[in-house]
C-alpha cells in the first residue's frame, strides 16, 4: 500500500448516513490525500464494537498508518469501546453536541436514530421514494416519468450522471433522472426530441476527454468508445450543444459527487423537492 492513502472509517449504531455526511465533508477538504473508505453501519453493542475494532487495527497493520474514524455512536458504553482501536477518533457527538448542550443550556437526547426523525415528517419517505425513482429513470432507461423529476442530468456515458442522481436523490430527496447524449445525440446542436420538452429541467455534466478515456477504457479497453479521438469529440460536441441550448452545465472531472452535487443546487436552486 501506498504511503498516500489512509484507511477511513464511518461507523454507526444506525444507517451512517450521518457519520458518512460529515466525514466526506471533511475529507473532501483534502483532495492530495488517497482515501480508502469503509462504512460500519448498526455497531450497536459491544459484541459489534469489539469487532469493529479489531477491524480497525487490522487496517491500520495493512496500511502501516493509523486509521481515521468518524463515529456517530450514541450508546456510551459503546462509544468506550470503539475508543480502545488504534485509530484517530472524529466522535461526531461528542464534538458537536457538548459544546451545543452548553450553549442551550440543556441534554441533548442521546437517542439511536434521532439525527434522521429531526427533518421534517415525511423525509425518510421521499428519499427511499426519490432513490426509486433514480433508479427506475436511470441511463434513459425509461422517460415516460420525467414529468416528475426535479432534474435530469444529461451528459455522455461515464461522465459521473448516475452516482450524482442516485446522491442527490439519498440526500437531498431530489426525483432525479439521467439520460445519456450518444453520438446519434451529437449530429446538430439540437436537443434529443425526448428531452426538449422538457429543458427548464436539464442540467448537463462534462468532463476532461483524458479523464473520460481512463475510465472508459477500465470498462471496453482498445475500443472505439474508449479512444482519446472519441472522447475528445463526444466531450467538445456535448459542451457545444449546452452553450448553443443554454443548458446549465459543469465539469465532474477531480469532483467528488459531493462537490457536484452542492454545485448542481448551487446553480438551480433545488434544494427542497417541488412536489
Known amino acids: 500500500m501506498t504511503a498516500e492513502t489512509r484507511p477511513v472509517f464511518f461507523i454507526s449504531d444506525g444507517t451512517g448516513l450521518t457519520a458518512e455526511g460529515l466525514g466526506q465533508a471533511l475529507l473532501s477538504q483534502f483532495d492530495a490525500v488517497t482515501f480508502d473508505k469503509k462504512t460500519l453501519t448498526y455497531v450497536d453493542s459491544l459484541e459489534k464494537a469489539k469487532k469493529a475494532v479489531a477491524e480497525i487495527n487490522a487496517c491500520g497493520k495493512k496500511y502501516q498508518v493509523i486509521p481515521i ?16 482501536c488504534d485509530g484517530f477518533l472524529v466522535d461526531i457527538f461528542q464534538t ?3 459544546p451545543l448542550e452548553r450553549e442551550l443550556g440543556r441534554s441533548s437526547n442521546y437517542s439511536v436514530g434521532v439525527s434522521h426523525s429531526v427533518a421534517p415528517d415525511g423525509q425518510y419517505n421521499r428519499r427511499i421514494d426519490a432513490v426509486n425513482f433514480a433508479l427506475d429513470n436511470d441511463d434513459g432507461a425509461t422517460i415516460r416519468y420525467y414529468d416528475q423529476a426535479d432534474l435530469i442530468l444529461i451528459g455522455v456515458s461515464r461522465s459521473g450522471k448516475t452516482p450524482t442522481s442516485l446522491y442527490l436523490a439519498m440526500q437531498y430527496g431530489l426525483r432525479v433522472a439521467n439520460y445519456p447524449i450518444t453520438e446519434d445525440d451529437l ?7 425526448v428531452l426538449r420538452k422538457y429543458k427548464s429541467k436539464l442540467f448537463g455534466l462534462t468532463i476532461n476527454p483524458e479523464r473520460l478515456q481512463a475510465i472508459r477504457a477500465m470498462r471496453r479497453p482498445e475500443s472505439r468508445y474508449a479512444s482519446l479521438k472519441q472522447c475528445r469529440f463526444e466531450v467538445n460536441e456535448v459542451e457545444s450543444l449546452y452553450r448553443h441550448q443554454a443548458i446549465p452545465f459543469l465539469s465532474t472531472t477531480d469532483r467528488s459527487v459531493e462537490e457536484i452535487s452542492g454545485r448542481i443546487l448551487q446553480v438551480t436552486g433545488k434544494r427542497t423537492p417541488a412536489h
Open 96 to 98: 458537536f453536541l457538548k
Open 69 to 84: 474514524v468518524f463515529d456517530s455512536i450514541v450508546n456510551q458504553e459503546v462509544r468506550d469501546a470503539l475508543a480502545l
Open 187 to 193: 449530429n446538430d446542436d439540437s436537443l434529443p426530441r
